[in-house]
């Protein structure tokens, strides 16, 4: 609010961006599909990884999430990213469907 309300373009921009990609990563891991579409429509960055690699593809792999993973790959997401383990989009819990998907 203080950074519109006083005209600071770039530091407004760089908040929106950084709420976009955290909401991204959270609705992602939740399997909140109708919540990823919004940060992606308004410029999240759909390979974006955290401090630790991961991505919200490997959030929504992992937790089995199918229609998250189906969203993100039509925006994008790379599969062969890999966080700092050298894991990509999980396949290790046995979800089925997202592995078809992937």
């Given at each position: 609010?203080?950074?519109?309300?006083?005209?600071?373009?770039?530091?407004?921009q760089?908040?929106?961006?950084?709420?976009?990609?955290?909401?991204?990563?959270?609705a992602?891991?939740?399997?909140?599909?109708?919540?990823?579409?919004?940060?992606?429509e308004?410029?999240?960055?759909?390979?974006?990884?955290?401090?630790?690699?991961?991505?919200?593809?490997?959030?929504?792999?992992?937790?089995?999430?199918?229609?998250?993973?189906?969203?993100?790959?039509?925006?994008?997401?790379?599969?062969?990213?890999?966080?700092?383990?050298?894991?990509?989009?999980?396949?290790?819990?046995?979800?089925?469907?997202?592995?078809?998907?992937?």
């Open positions: 609010m203080i950074a519109s309300q006083n005209g600071h373009v770039e530091v407004v760089i908040l929106l961006e950084n709420v976009a990609q955290a909401t991204l990563i959270s992602s891991q939740n399997g909140h599909a109708e919540v990823v579409k919004i940060p992606l308004n410029g999240a960055q759909v390979n974006l990884q955290q401090e630790n690699g991961w991505s919200a593809l490997m959030m929504a792999s992992q937790n089995g999430h199918a229609e998250v993973v189906q969203i993100l790959l039509e925006n994008g997401a790379q599969v062969n990213i890999q966080e700092e383990d050298g894991w990509s989009a999980s396949t290790q819990n046995g979800h089925a469907e997202v592995v078809q998907i992937l």
